[in-house]
């Protein structure tokens, strides 16, 4: 049987470090720092060279997608599901976004009418999602209407 204070204290692993060196993007001067680092194992082959010559593509931060006309549309692949922070005078509110992919971006959007249309859409999806305007509620409150289709790939 195990005993998880003696567990705890035992020796650990011992991980061999490299102390880490910093350049300098603009003068390529090469700095001692007090950094170290464990050694980082590549286990794939890289074409660099291809580096040189590969187009810019979509940006990994994602965009809050905030249509203001009617009919707008925005396609790509459902991501899925995640959290953004809202600071309110009460502290911090954690909002449910559904996320998307396309050639453009990652986008966002955390409206609960726009986030409830995505719950019976599979991960992966290719889909289009078109703004319809806003409607009031019976509490007279204006709510975004969204419809989310998916896309049907003829690849």
């Known amino acids: 049987m195990s005993n998880p ?3 705890a204290l035992a020796p650990k692993e011992t991980v061999e470090v490299s102390p880490m060196q910093q350049i300098n993007p603009t003068t390529g001067e090469v700095i001692e720092t007090d ?3 464990p050694e980082i194992k590549v ?6 060279d291809a580096l040189e010559e590969a187009e810019v593509g979509a940006s990994y931060k994602p965009v809050y997608w905030s249509p203001e006309s009617a009919g707008e549309t925005s396609r790509g692949y459902f991501i899925g599901f995640t959290t953004i922070q809202k600071r309110e005078p009460e502290g911090l509110q954690e909002i449910k976004v ?3 992919a396309n050639k453009q971006g990652i986008f966002i959007n955390g409206g609960k009418s726009f986030v409830g249309e995505f719950d019976n859409v599979t991960q992966g999806s290719a889909i289009i999602i078109t703004y ?6 019976n ?3 204006k709510v975004k209407k969204y419809d989310v289709n998916k896309l049907n ?3």
């Open 153 to 155: 790939l003829k690849r």
């Open 98 to 100: 559904a996320a998307w």
């Open 5 to 7: 204070l003696a567990d």
């Open 43 to 48: 286990e794939q082959d890289f074409d660099f």
């Open 132 to 137: 319809k305007g806003t409607e009031k509620t």
């Open 139 to 141: 509490a007279g409150h």
């Open 35 to 37: 950094l170290t680092t």
